[in-house]
């Protein structure tokens, strides 16, 4: 989210961990971080070398999630001491308001679970960065995931209610339904996107929102339709 930095949730199993890929040079220097009085990390320090991909895992309350936010400028979190350097440059004082830091972490929440941190962190988006589709369509997605289908649909209602006063992206539609389990109308606001040359439905081949529909027919046959057949794992009707 910030300068060279991409930051990644996932989960294998029961264990969770914080992947980072750096593309400048990442040192973080007797690192100390509390939140709300609580110290949760305690004279961190670690070297990333330009160019590669670390993964940082350990048990939940370990720190995983607090350098992450620490690192996106997450207001909450308070460095009592150490330094943090991107190429030479402190990460810390680099846009301590990105809206997209905040929209990210939200998104990494929610795939391993944590429902609470990802609405938190999409309303942060949301405040600093404007009601935009795509903030309303992924908190909406996020409140599907939760099971809190009646802000779910709010959310969905809301994209369809500006869509009759301007464009709005299907492919923002079409993942609150995937959050809410609809997957026949999922495909079919996926397959407006294509006819509409959406160029958000690009996220569909990497985002693991989709995970759950790969192996359907029709997500196959809309990959091959936007000529990206050989990412399926087998061939496409």
Same mark, same amino acid.
């Given at each position: 989210p910030r &300068?060279?930095?991409?930051?990644?949730f996932a &989960?294998i199993g029961k264990?969770?961990?914080?992947e980072?890929?750096?593309?400048d040079?990442l040192v973080?220097?007797?690192?100390y971080?509390?939140?709300?009085g609580?110290?949760?990390i305690?004279?961190?320090?670690l070297?990333?070398?330009t160019g590669?991909v670390? $993964?940082?895992?350990? $048990?939940?309350?370990?720190? =995983?999630s607090?350098l992450? =936010?620490?690192? /996106?400028g997450?207001?909450d979190?308070?460095?009592?001491a150490?330094s943090? @350097?991107?190429?030479g440059?402190k990460?810390?004082?680099?846009?301590?308001?990105? /809206?997209?830091?905040?929209?990210?972490l939200?998104?990494?929440c929610t795939?391993?679970?944590?429902y609470?941190?990802?609405? =938190?962190?999409?309303?942060l988006?949301i405040?600093l960065?404007?009601?935009?589709?795509?903030?309303? +369509?992924?908190?909406g997605?996020a409140?599907g995931r939760?099971g809190?289908?009646?802000?779910?649909?709010?959310h969905?209602q809301?994209l369809? $209610?500006?869509?009759?006063?301007?464009y709005?992206?299907?492919?923002?539609?079409?993942?609150?339904h995937?959050? @809410?389990g609809d @997957?026949?109308?999922?495909f079919?606001?996926?397959?407006r996107?294509f006819?509409?040359?959406?160029g958000?439905?690009i996220?569909i081949? /990497?985002?693991?929102?989709?995970?759950?529909?790969r192996?359907d027919?029709r997500? &196959?046959?809309l990959? +091959?339709r936007?000529g990206l057949?050989h990412l399926?794992s087998?061939?496409? /009707?």
């Amino acid at each position: 989210p910030r &300068k060279g930095l991409g930051i990644a949730f996932a &989960k294998i199993g029961k264990s969770a961990y914080v992947e980072f890929a750096i593309m400048d040079q990442l040192v973080i220097q007797d690192l100390y971080v509390s939140i709300a009085g609580q110290e949760i990390i305690r004279g961190l320090s670690l070297t990333v070398p330009t160019g590669e991909v670390h $993964a940082i895992m350990g $048990a939940n309350g370990s720190g =995983k999630s607090t350098l992450a =936010k620490v690192l /996106a400028g997450h207001p909450d979190y308070v460095v009592t001491a150490g330094s943090v @350097l991107m190429d030479g440059e402190k990460v810390l004082e680099l846009e301590p308001s990105f /809206a997209f830091a905040h929209y990210a972490l939200g998104d990494a929440c929610t795939q391993i679970g944590q429902y609470d941190e990802a609405f =938190k962190e999409f309303h942060l988006a949301i405040e600093l960065g404007g009601r935009s589709v795509n903030h309303v +369509g992924v908190l909406g997605y996020a409140y599907g995931r939760a099971g809190n289908r009646d802000q779910a649909v709010a959310h969905l209602q809301e994209l369809v $209610a500006r869509a009759e006063h301007g464009y709005v992206s299907a492919m923002w539609i079409a993942l609150v339904h995937l959050g @809410l389990g609809d @997957l026949d109308s999922l495909f079919q606001w996926l397959d407006r996107a294509f006819n509409e040359r959406d160029g958000s439905l690009i996220l569909i081949t /990497a985002a693991a929102e989709f995970d759950p529909v790969r192996e359907d027919a029709r997500f &196959k046959a809309l990959l +091959g339709r936007m000529g990206l057949g050989h990412l399926t794992s087998a061939p496409v /009707a």
